[in-house]
């Protein structure tokens, strides 16, 4: 299993760009996919979530500005960031919970990271 992060790029504050992460290889189910994202010098900070039925989480930094979304048929989650912020700025990863057949338990995969620059 792999997921493939894409759409980072630098933008000015107040723009909006879409981060695009897409799993491939074999499995059966994604319960939860979410996006997390370190800043230079900073920890690395949980930025949304989306559950398999659709419930949505978001750091508190965030809210009313980004918005989470997973098309399932596509095994693919969304992140609409609006209203960017210098502080902001950080490689952005898509992370999720995979159960991979039947017999296996769920395990968390990694994206690659993506990096999104938002200057002032």
């Known amino acids: 299993v792999q997921l493939q992060a894409s759409g980072g790029g630098l933008v000015q504050a107040g723009d909006s760009l879409r981060l695009s992460c897409t799993a491939s290889?074999?499995?059966?189910?994604?319960?939860?996919v979410g996006w997390s994202r370190r800043a230079p010098g900073k920890q690395r900070e949980l930025v949304a979530a989306?559950?398999?039925?659709?419930?949505?989480n978001y750091a508190d930094s965030v809210k009313g500005r980004f918005t989470i979304s997973r098309d399932n048929a596509k095994n693919t989650v969304y992140l609409q960031m609006n209203s960017l912020k210098p502080e902001d700025t950080a490689v952005y990863y898509c992370?999720?919970?995979?159960?991979?057949?039947?017999?296996?338990?769920?395990?968390?995969?990694w994206g690659q990271g993506t990096l999104v620059t938002v200057s002032s």
């Open positions: 992370y999720g919970a995979i159960k991979e057949n039947k017999w296996s338990s769920l395990r968390d995969y």
């Open positions: 290889g074999t499995f059966i189910t994604i319960e939860y």
């Open positions: 989306i559950t398999s039925g659709g419930i949505t």
